[in-house]
């Protein structure tokens, strides 16, 4: 005996998530980093949000509008209105905004260890992260549910 799990649910899970690592993706810093000159008694550090860096805000605001276009999605699920051919756009869309996030931050990293500069994820990143991956997830349950992959 197999059990399925009511795909309304699985829409309802997945439009908080989006919502919620949208938001804090777009009101939080999403990485750090500090360096220090002991010898000149030099400090600097700095965030980065999607606001204020012009190499990295491009794959940030492209994340956040994936996660946007999440929830359109899931909020079409939870009303069925939803289209088949529009519902494996979600599952896309969830997996390009974690993409775009783990490149952006897979940059940033490398940059930090080559200036040899302190650095470190903050809350933008795990939420925008975790948010996706459970829309992700969510949204592939939800299309598995309903239908086969066409």
Known sequence: MSTTINT???YVGSLITSIIGAAILLIGDFSGW?????YLGIEEEGWINPFNHILM???LLVAIGLLAFCAYISYL???DNLSDNFANL?????????GSQLVAFSGFALVNIIEDNAWWPDIGF???VIGGALTLGLLYMARQQTTTWK
């Open 34 to 38: 500090y360096w220090q000159n002991y």
């Open 126 to 128: 795990w939420g925008g």
């Open 57 to 59: 805000s491009p794959f």
């Open 77 to 79: 699920g939870v009303t």
């Open 90 to 98: 979600g599952v896309f869309a969830a997996l390009g905004a974690v």
């Open 8 to 10: 309304n649910s699985l």
